[in-house]
Antibody
Framework: QVQLQQSGPGLVKPSQTLSLTCAIS??????????WNWIRQSPSRGLEFLGR?????????EYAASVKSRISIMPDTSKNQFSLQLNSVTPEDTALYHC?????????WGQGILVTVSS | QSALTQPRSVSGSPGQSVTISCTGT?????????VSWYQHHPGIAPKVMIY???KRPSGVPDRFSGSKSGNTASLTISGLQAEDEADYYC??????????FGGGTKLTVL
């Protein structure tokens, strides 16, 4: 049974970096069939895909065009987890952040962390 | 990469059928057979109802069905039940941009 456990701060100041981690149990971040995603949800924008990382003989990353210039998603094979860094945040980045596994559809989600961007 | 277009809301009476549309472009919905639909209740992680355009995961009632024509995908719920009331999101593969979601549709069971 796959479980995703998220961790990270719930409050970030404007212009700083949002950093979250998603620890995986029951699967491997290096799986050749799964991909590991970050998705956020807000009342104004609904569900929004941010990016994903996956391994198919080498590592790949794909990022949404809306955040491509300021996002980084990194796998950590030693801890079987992956992380999100979103730079230069603004109040518009306030949202509930989820990590999720995809097997060409999202079948497992983390518990979600509400991140507020405020001074 | 813009969000896929869904109606803001749909409604139907118990026992009726409703269809939710999801319109994209040839770079997402029209270009790939990787369209999925999610049911979302507040406070709970979204649940996949349809994947690969028309496949149902085990445990999802066969009242839920999916289809695609050109750049538009559709989710049909037949025999509406009160428990179907929720927000529904479509999602499509979007090439180098990974995935793109629709804006979400609020289903009200009258």
């Amino acid at each position: 049974q796959v479980q995703l456990q998220q961790s990270g701060p719930g409050l970030v100041k404007p212009s700083q970096t949002l950093s979250l981690t998603c620890a995986i149990s029951g699967d491997s971040v290096s799986s050749n069939s799964a991909a590991w995603n970050w998705i956020r949800q807000s009342p104004s924008r609904g569900l929004e895909f941010l990016g994903r990382t996956y391994y198919r003989s080498k590592w790949y990353n794909e990022y949404a065009a809306s955040v491509k210039s300021r996002i980084s998603i990194m796998p950590d094979t030693s801890k079987n987890q992956f992380s999100l860094q979103l730079n230069s945040v603004t109040p518009e980045d306030t949202a509930l952040y989820h990590c999720a596994r995809d097997l060409a559809y999202f079948d497992n989600w983390g518990q979600g962390i509400l991140v507020t961007v405020s001074s | 990469q813009s969000a896929l277009t869904q109606p803001r809301s749909v409604s139907g009476s118990p026992g009726q059928s409703v269809t939710i549309s999801c319109t994209g472009t040839s770079s997402d919905v029209g270009g790939y057979n990787y369209v999925s639909w999610y049911q979302h209740h507040p406070g709970i992680a979204p649940k996949v109802m349809i994947y690969a355009v028309s496949k149902r995961p085990s445990g999802v009632p066969d009242r839920f069905s999916g289809s695609k024509s050109g750049n538009t995908a559709s989710l049909t719920i037949s025999g509406l039940q009160a428990e179907d009331e929720a927000d529904y999101y479509c999602c499509s593969h979007a090439g180098i941009y990974g995935w793109v979601f629709g804006g979400g549709t609020k289903l009200t069971v009258l």
